[in-house]
């Protein structure tokens, strides 16, 4: 059945317009390829006109000008090696005092206006750490002298526009040696920057001469990490990860110990979406939570935003975290590896051409089967594992093309059954840049996440929950110059949705719960601009189409929530579609260079829904339904507002953010939902809205001998259901008012480095019995208001030590230990309490199966407690 | 399958712990009565048990005296309770049997209040033999399975008393139900352990199989992942306990179709 929307096929020949004028800004451009042409030219005293013949002989290219205008018969003196057309003619403009255009693909003289704006130079190129070629995403590039400068993205792309003239520029980025060039910039240019790592320094010294981008940049609630930031961290198991160091950033609420869940302002866990290479991974968890299936060793760069992300970002209410892997060293071959007690590693990156590609492929198995073998015999695979890879090509100057790949998986299987779950990213992009002011990049990005619960092996019998991705974008930036950047674009994704189903040889079995086809497309534009030396303004607009696809069937609910009807859509058969508009935008307030303040309100909207009514840390058979006849897009309007401050020459920095986030189409459940195997699924929903409001505070010193990031907020989580909680508001699982966060890493001399890490937060909210009742011999708890108690409050030191092994820094063969200790001083910070177990004579607790008996007592149910752990690094190259 | 998570949360074991707290609770009084009434197919006099919650962990009931009670068999046939003894809240059919197609309403008066429920049954399927295993010291426990197609709970009365372990003094007999529900539930996988419930030989063990209604099964569904599914490594948010009984009431109204037998534990060679 199809469910008609006029506004869509509106929207449909908006985007069709919007498309054909995209196509045809590529096609003019492409008409303009022949200017790049590399040419190499010795012009010694010939005529301007001698000239131009040479150039057209060479380049294709056709020349039309007013030689009453133009002097043809003047002498020019000039010499290009390997340059392109535009280059040669942004020279031979500035000798021979013209200007030119390209009029229906020829270029045309004319004499220069007598305009100081039209006389402007751009330089632009990719920054690079200069030991392995990775991209410097974020780098900094300024002009002291017009108090000037840009970053670079997350290619490590930057373009500036100033006035022609020779300038000092200064390129900065942290851990990295700073960099001044004297350029020439009465042409444009085109410059690749290596930067080189900053050796390891016992001095105190942190000197920067540039505009820190946290106070400068029109862009909030973002925080920036590299793999050094996790490694430095003390970590479980000697496993540093990267989804739980999240824990350092102030806002963010891990589930407990022992997960990778966490909670973003207020919003739920579904609401938090992490992209490896603009793929997404569904469920970034090993050993149900215990690590998380990102690695930092091949990991270039982490971002992650809680509000307000850019427009080219989107699809989740409250936080993405953005992971750029590294491309691989294209200098010179590489192998490194880990040995902890749970798993190891082992990466090995190289050129494929020195300078112009790389690879990279990084794995890490676990060795945990072992253990379990010495319980159990039967145990067949125990494992997790994960693989990344990256192959990379400079295909020009201009192109680059970038392959990527994650596979990760857990398998738990004894003969007869088990669970396994597995997560697969897949990315290719290309990077263009069209002119010195115009990039683009080109995703195709997969993502496929499968959760199986074998029932029967021998028969292959087996639950399966599925959720997959396939997803085609585009994004242009446009710098326009040093004060004015759009970003626009548009992607195509299609989602396929199992929401878990039984088979038995690959044939269902019933019930069967429908699978869900849906499709997004998405066009966004985003524009950046300083007003004058204080105010900058920062706004975009995200438009979304979302509309189901069948094969698939949908039920109709009455009031009751009783189905009243089945609608069946055949294959191809569009149903219910959504549009979405997300508007943003971000003012800022630049006091002077070391002090700001910005505001910024957004909306964000979410079509694909996490159906669980579990409280547990630890990941389970969790499904995933779309937006669709049931089920509306969820949606959040957030508004923040911040105080950004850096003390120059201590690498200090500072920040308060405040924020209110109201959301509505919130998920609750019926009690005790029956969430697996039930075609109803839907009836077991209940909507209602949400909100966050709460105000943070950061204090990070990222270079120096002491390295920390210090944090503390106070916010709030609620939740409003009609028919939970009868229809009053309450706090919601996160709602953890009080969070502080100290991570600090200090180096002792040049082999000893010691870290640590201290969290606490207001213990979680949860349902504690106001009396009890008995039915069937079972003590049977009453409630009164949902969460109307908290679990004790939650705190933990862990501590580090790292020892590098090598006495000779110079050394290939880098190695080092690591000896951490996770829970210092032995905190059992409580994940649940429970009020239906007897002790037993061991210490232990079960529940009692005497029904006769009545001797239950309240208990805390912990995990990790003082945990030591030592780990082996090694890298040689 | 139930081997196969025991041995899943052996990687708890190493890191994971739980402890007794000395956790007051926040308990108020609420103003609701408990209905524990399950009517059978059985002639006898159907007992209905009425009262209000409590507030500590282990404690009883207040029985709920002094309503009026009465079960209505599809609209053709009352039969009016008596509480037995009198303040014990426990309240007494006629000799009746409740059977498989009929509905039944039970209507209480109580405090000036009315409550209701609706309930009617559904066939029992019959049982497998009983199964049981020898267990160390010569003791023996109940292997318990799931049977038939429908859901249903065998409840298990054990009474060792006439037996010569039975010392003076002690109570020697016990109490297991086992829920065969036929829902998949990740609280139900990873349930918490149960304790072993051991008993010697020549023991006598009264099996009753309940069927279960659909309404019944929902219910039994939220006490169990209120109570023996609770403090497993994977729960459900907690919640009360749905009824059938109208505003005020709580429990669970039920008819169920039943199977019995009785069994003495054989030394096994």
Same mark, same amino acid.
């Given at each position: 059945m199809l469910i008609p929307d006029k506004s869509v096929h509106r929207l449909g020949r908006f985007f069709s317009g919007l498309l054909l004028l995209l196509l045809m800004a590529y096609s003019s451009t492409a008409q303009e390829n022949f200017q790049n042409a590399r040419l190499s030219l010795d012009f010694q005293s010939i005529s301007l006109e001698e000239a131009l013949d040479i150039i057209s002989n060479q380049s294709g290219a056709s020349f039309s000008y007013n030689p009453r205008k133009i002097p043809g018969d003047q002498k020019i003196t000039y010499e290009a090696s390997e340059k392109t057309l535009i280059e040669i003619l942004d020279a031979l403009s500035s000798i021979a005092s013209f200007e030119y255009e390209t009029v229906e693909g020829k270029i045309v003289l004319k004499p220069k206006a007598n305009n100081p704006e039209r006389q402007k130079s751009t330089l632009s190129g990719f920054i690079k750490d200069n030991s392995n070629g990775e991209a410097l995403i974020g780098a900094s590039i300024w002009i002291e002298e017009l108090k000037v400068g840009t970053t670079s993205n997350v290619f490590g792309f930057f373009s500036l526009t100033v006035p022609s003239a020779t300038y000092d520029i200064s390129f900065s980025y942290v851990g990295f040696n700073g960099l001044v060039r004297r350029i020439d910039l009465q042409i444009s240019q085109t410059q690749n920057v290596s930067m080189q790592m900053a050796p390891a320094l016992l001095d105190e010294i942190v000197v920067t001469s540039f505009e820190p981008q946290l106070v400068s940049e029109i862009q909030v609630s973002k925080t920036n990490w590299r793999p050094a930031t996790i490694s430095e961290k003390p970590s479980f198991f000697g496993e540093p990860d990267a989804v739980k160091s999240l824990e350092m950033v102030p806002g963010i609420k891990m589930h407990s110990d022992g997960s990778t869940f966490y909670y973003v302002r207020g919003g739920n866990r579904d609401q938090n979406m992490i992209i490896i290479d603009d793929a997404p991974i569904f469920n970034p968890s090993h050993l149900l939570g215990l690590f998380s299936t990102i690695i930092p060793d091949a990991v270039n760069d982490i971002t992650l935003y809680k509000g307000s992300m850019p427009a080219s970002l989107g699809g989740r209410l409250s936080s993405i975290m953005d992971v750029r892997t590294r491309k691989g060293n294209n200098q010179q071959f590489e192998l490194s590896g880990n040995v902890a007690l749970l798993s190891s590693k082992l990466s090995l990156e190289g050129p494929i051409k020195k300078g112009k590609s790389s690879f990279l492929l990084s794995s890490r198995v676990s060795r945990v089967k072992w253990i379990f073998a010495l319980f159990n015999d039967d145990i067949k695979d125990f494992q997790f594992h994960d693989l990344t890879g990256k192959v990379n090509f400079d295909l020009s100057q201009d192109d680059k093309l970038y392959f990527s790949f994650y596979n990760g998986g857990d398998k738990f299987l004894t003969s007869n059954n088990g669970i396994e779950w597995s997560n697969r990213a897949t990315t290719v992009r290309w990077n263009h840049v069209f002119s010195k002011r115009l990039f683009l990049n080109t995703t195709l990005a997969a993502g496929v996440y499968d959760y199986f619960l074998h029932t029967d092996r021998s028969t292959q019998t087996k639950w399966n929950s599925h959720l997959s991705n396939v997803n085609l974008k585009g994004d242009f930036s446009y710098f326009k110059n040093p004060n004015e950047e759009f970003d626009f674009g548009l992607s195509i994704g299609g989602y396929n949705f199992n929401p878990g189903n039984v088979s038995r040889k690959g044939s269902p079995i019933p019930p069967v719960v429908s699978v869900r086809n849906s499709n997004e497309f998405v066009l966004y534009g985003n524009h950046e601009i300083k007003l004058g030396n204080h105010w900058s303004l920062n706004y975009g607009l995200r438009i979304s189409t979302w509309t189901n696809e069948g094969e698939a069937f949908e039920f109709v609910f009455d009031n009751n929530r009783n189905p009243v009807d089945t609608l069946f859509f055949k294959k191809g058969d569009k149903y219910k579609n959504y549009q979405n508009i997300e508007p943003r935008i971000t003012v800022s307030y630049n006091i002077n260079d070391n002090n700001s303040f910005k505001v910024s309100a957004s909306r964000n909207v979410q079509n694909i829904h996490l159906i669980t009514n579990s409280i547990s840390p630890f990941s389970s058979f969790e499904v995933w339904l779309p937006s669709s006849v049931n089920i509306k897009p969820q949606a959040a309007n957030q508004l923040v507002l911040g105080y950004y401050h850096y003390i120059p020459n201590t690498g200090l920095s500072f920040e308060v953010e405040s924020f209110y986030k109201e959301m509505k189409n919130q998920i609750d459940y019926e009690a005790h939902a029956e969430t697996l195997l039930n075609p109803l699924l839907e009836r077991e929903l209940r909507f209602g809205a949400a909100k966050g409001y709460g105000i943070e505070f950061q204090m990070k010193k990222e270079e120096g001998r002491l390295r920390s990031w210090v944090g503390y907020s106070y916010s709030r989580a609620k939740g409003k259901f009609p028919g939970v909680n009868n229809g009053k508001e309450f706090n919601t699982f996160y709602d953890r008012p009080h969070q502080v966060n100290i991570t600090m890493s200090y180096d002792i001399n040049l082999r000893w480095n010691i870290g640590m890490n201290w969290n606490y937060y207001t213990g979680a909210p949860y349902s504690s019995p106001v009396s009890f009742y008995n039915f069937n011999g079972l003590e049977i708890p009453v409630y009164g208001q949902k969460n109307n108690d908290r679990l004790p409050d939650y705190h933990r030191l862990d501590l580090s030590a790292t020892l590098n092994l090598n006495k000779n820094v110079e050394s290939r063969f880098k190695h080092n230990l690591i000896f951490s200790i996770y829970n210092f001083y032995n905190q059992k910070n409580a994940l649940f309490v429970n009020y239906n177990k007897t002790e037993q004579q061991d210490g232990g607790f079960k529940v009692p199966?005497? &029904? &006769?008996d009545k001797n239950t007592v309240s208990t805390q149910f912990y995990l990790f407690q003082f945990t030591p752990s030592i780990a082996y690094n090694f890298k040689w190259k | 399958m139930n081997r196969f998570f025991i041995y899943l949360t052996l990687i708890f074991i190493f890191s994971c712990n739980e402890e007794k707290i000395d956790k007051p609770l926040k308990t108020t009084d609420t103003d609701l009565l408990v209905v524990e009434a399950v009517l059978t197919n059985e002639k006898m006099n159907h007992r209905i048990k009425l009262s209000r919650p409590y507030q500590e962990l282990n404690g009883n009931n207040e029985p709920a005296s002094g309503a009026n009670v009465v079960v209505i068999e599809g609209n053709e046939k009352v039969y009016v309770t008596v509480e037995s003894p009198v303040g014990s809240g426990n309240y007494f059919t006629e000799e009746m049997t409740a059977v498989f197609g009929k509905q039944y309403l039970l209507f209480i008066q109580f405090e000036g209040k009315e409550f209701f429920a609706v309930a009617g049954s559904v066939p029992v399927e019959p049982m497998p033999e009983l199964e049981y295993n020898e267990a160390e010291g010569g003791l023996y426990r109940l292997q318990l399975n799931d049977s038939g197609e429908g859901p249903n709970y065998v409840d298990y009365h054990v009474s060792w008393a006439g037996t010569p372990e039975c010392q003076t003094g002690a109570l020697c007999e016990g109490r297991l139900v086992y829920y065969d529900l036929k829902t998949i539930d990740v609280n139900s996988l990873f349930k918490p352990d149960k304790e072993d419930f051991l008993f010697p030989a020549n023991s006598v063990v009264v099996r009753r199989k309940y069927s279960v209604s659909s309404g019944y099964k929902t219910f039994l569904r939220s006490v169990l992942s209120e109570t023996e599914w609770r403090g497993g490594a994977f729960d459900v948010q907690r919640e009360n306990v749905p009824t059938n009984l109208s505003a005020g009431g709580i429990g669970f109204f039920a008819v169920s179709t039943v199977l019995s037998d009785t069994t003495i534990i054989v030394e096994k060679p």
């Open positions: 199966s005497n &029904l &006769l | -």
